[in-house]
């Protein structure tokens, strides 16, 4: 007897028959239950399917946090297209790059962005059901994009099968509504959603990962799990609460960056008695380890063990390499960084850990150049690619430097030119038409000079000190 295939569409299929009249999405006073979600998918799968987008097509979606990015998410499911949701706060120039790279068939936003949007393909739809095609477990659903150590971002794909199995083994506080900090062109929004979608249960979504916004929809909405990044929860607890009912809130989640124990006794002390777990992972592993509530007190600053069904081991550098099903399936077109990826079918971090004599890890430092700010990867050669080209600077380069909220944080090491002088504000000022915010240096040191190689002239990088 062959076993179904593990399909993404049919999370929405299987929760529109069992909850048809549940809520899937919130966003604001606008929400979304699951038939009637599943009936735009349907109605939207239509229209792709006579725009002539095929299984194996990129349908590109470049809008701000909304619910209409669920039907074309599960419309692009359904006819074996490929979600491409692209960052709406990057620069033209870095979206006109990545839309280069993935040569979408359908490039579709809100009204806001100028590009085709769910109303404008509905008209297509044929007054005749189209056939839809057949779609297999191991085709890629989406694709995410994440900087590379060249500068040019990679094109992470993930399949359908890796998708359910990382939707099927979520958190277990599933009844109520989560609340998903995460932008919509991030993974974990994605996860995140199916894993409650899985469960017939519903997300909010938040247009901005502030304080006063996700408290405010914690208590709106009686959530009962967050799941925050530790500069996120810190500026939670220490915001004004008051007039808040958050008695409902049992658990908290974090990871993405280093987790003190300083920051784990002030989500206590805000909200006492409250559960409090670790995860450390990544596009392309998902959760590597994960850690207890029971272990956060004697294992302080460690990311746990290994996730189930991960089997990990560190490279002669100590660098954390991961096998599970969960891993993705390669980098879009890019056969060399998907077979530098791996090594004996272990996908390489590019983390490197220490492990103690129970098993727990705990991350040192990174086997590559990679800057990981508030859980966003970060290519140094992208940044200095921009300042050098600042007239006042004759040389720059660029480090992370760690940062208690951050994980780290973007440094620049500048060398003006004759007469010339900088200011952090002036640079972060000239890179706004380039990079996306979270690229811009948020530190500067000027310098005489940058370390460089004789013969290649390339900075090195194991020098600079911010």
């Not at 973007?410 to 990079?435: D, F, H, K, W």
């Amino acid at each position: 007897m062959t076993a179904s295939p593990l399909l993404v569409g049919d999370i929405l299929r299987t929760a529109a028959f069992r909850v048809p009249r549940a809520v899937a999405a919130w966003h604001g006073d606008r929400s979304i239950t699951f038939a009637d979600a599943e009936a735009r998918a349907d109605a939207l799968a239509q229209a792709m399917l006579a725009a002539d987008v095929q299984r194996g097509d990129r349908v590109a979606w470049i809008a701000e946090t909304c619910i209409d990015a669920m039907a074309v998410h599960f419309a692009c499911a359904f006819v074996g297209a490929i979600f491409t949701p692209l960052n709406p706060k990057a620069t033209s120039e870095e979206i006109d790059r990545l839309l280069a790279h993935c040569e979408p068939k359908l490039v579709m936003g809100d009204e806001a962005s100028g590009r085709t949007t769910i109303q404008a393909l509905s008209t297509r739809a044929p007054a005749a059901a189209l056939p839809l095609p057949q779609v297999f477990e191991d085709d890629p659903v989406v694709m995410y994009y994440t900087s590379g150590t060249t500068g040019s971002p990679k094109g992470c794909l993930l399949s359908h099968r890796t998708q359910r199995l990382r939707a099927g083994a979520g958190s277990p506080y599933l009844a109520k509504p989560t609340i998903i900090m995460f932008p919509q062109f991030h993974m974990a929004n994605w996860s995140r959603a199916l894993t409650w979608w899985v469960q017939g249960s519903a997300v909010v979504y938040i247009d901005k990962a502030d304080a006063e916004t996700i408290i405010r929809a914690i208590d709106r909405h009686r959530s009962d799990v967050l799941r925050a990044i530790p500069v996120v929860w810190r500026r939670i607890v220490e915001h004004d609460r008051a007039g808040y009912d958050l008695s409902c809130l049992r658990a908290a989640e974090t990871g993405t960056s280093k987790v003190t124990p300083e920051l784990v006794a002030a989500i206590r002390g805000a909200f006492p008695g409250i559960p409090i777990s670790i995860a450390y992972g990544s596009t392309e592993g998902w959760l590597v380890c994960t850690m207890g509530p029971e272990d956060i007190d004697r294992k302080p600053g460690a990311v746990g063990l290994p996730s189930p069904s991960v089997i990990l081991r560190e490279g002669d550098d100590g660098e954390i390499m991961v096998k599970s099903p969960y891993l993705f399936s390669g980098y879009f077109r890019n056969e060399e960084a998907t077979a530098n990826a791996f090594t004996d079918g272990f996908f390489r971090t590019g983390d490197l850990a220490e492990v103690d004599d129970e098993g727990y890890r705990t991350i040192v430092g990174r086997a590559g150049d990679l800057i990981r700010s508030g859980g966003e990867w970060i290519s140094p050669a992208e940044v200095e690619s921009v300042l050098q080209g600042h007239p006042a600077l004759a040389d720059a380069a660029v480090i992370g430097v760690p940062d208690p909220d951050w994980g780290q944080v973007v440094t620049a090491l500048v060398v003006p030119r004759a007469g010339e002088t900088m200011t952090i504000e002036a640079l972060r000022q000239y890179c706004a038409g380039s990079l996306a915010p979270h690229k811009h240096p948020r530190r500067l040191k000027v310098v005489e000079s940058l370390p460089r190689t004789p013969a290649t002239g390339q900075i090195q990088r194991r020098l600079l000190e911010a």
